[in-house]
């Protein structure tokens, strides 16, 4: 099955610093997915981005499908932002989740 | 915005009851699924339903078993709960094959 592995597994920043995330899997997706899992175990989808590049204020994430890797960046860090990134490939229809980036902000 | 509920937050249970969770969403979506996910072995695919009455298998489906008698709801049925089923449970739903999935808030289910 697909593999997907997401780096660093943990990041520990100051408020106001940037970072990138990486999300790299074994086969070609139709789907790809980031999220933000707060600390009541919620995931917020970040971005749906099986290719290019988006951006929503702070963050944007582009996908390299060609090269099978995703990159998320967060600008300007918060205290907000901590929490685990999972990165998700979808085959069909499953999604396949990475073990995640578990990111810690403090002021 | 996209609406996924599930009916409880926590839940505590005993080994060898029927646990019932249910998922409801509010977007006419066709796909429902169901996640667990645990420390170390991440987030696994139960069950998911393109269609009401319809189930397929996921990667880790022993010990459990679905319903979806209605487009939006989508029911995860532990039969005989056990320990080793203590977890947290996501459902998501999603417009079709490779889109977007959308997730609910989980359930942490303790099995005493």
């Known amino acids: 099955g697909i593999q997907v592995e997401q780096s660093p597994p943990d990041l520990i920043l100051q408020e106001g610093a940037n970072s990138t995330l990486r999300c790299n899997f074994s086969d070609s997706v139709n789907n790809l997915q980031w999220f933000h899992q707060n600390p009541w175990g919620q995931l917020i989808n970040l971005f749906y981005i099986p290719s290019g590049t988006k951006q929503n204020g702070r963050l944007s994430a582009t996908t390299v499908a060609t090269e099978r890797y995703s990159l998320l960046y967060i600008s300007s860090s918060q205290t907000t932002d901590s929490g685990v990134y999972f990165c998700a490939v979808g085959h069909t229809d499953k999604l396949i989740f990475g073990t995640g980036t578990r990111l810690q902000v403090f002021p | 915005d996209v609406k996924v509920t599930q009916s409880s937050r926590y839940l505590v249970k005993r080994t060898g009851e029927k646990v019932f969770l249910e998922c409801v969403q509010d977007?006419?979506?066709?796909?429902m699924f169901w996640y667990r996910q645990d420390p170390g072995l991440g987030l696994r695919l139960i069950y998911f339903?393109?269609?009401?009455?319809?189930?397929e298998k996921g990667d880790i489906p022993e010990g459990y078993s679905v319903s979806r008698e209605k487009k939006e709801r989508f029911s995860l049925i532990l039969e005989s709960a056990s320990t080793n089923q203590t977890s947290m449970y996501l459902c998501?739903?999603?417009?079709?094959?490779?889109?977007?999935?959308?997730f609910g808030p989980g359930t942490r289910l303790t099995v005493l």
């Open positions: 977007m006419d979506h066709e796909n």
């Open positions: 998501a739903s999603s417009s079709g094959r490779g889109n977007e999935q959308f």
């Open positions: 339903s393109y269609d009401v009455k319809m189930k």
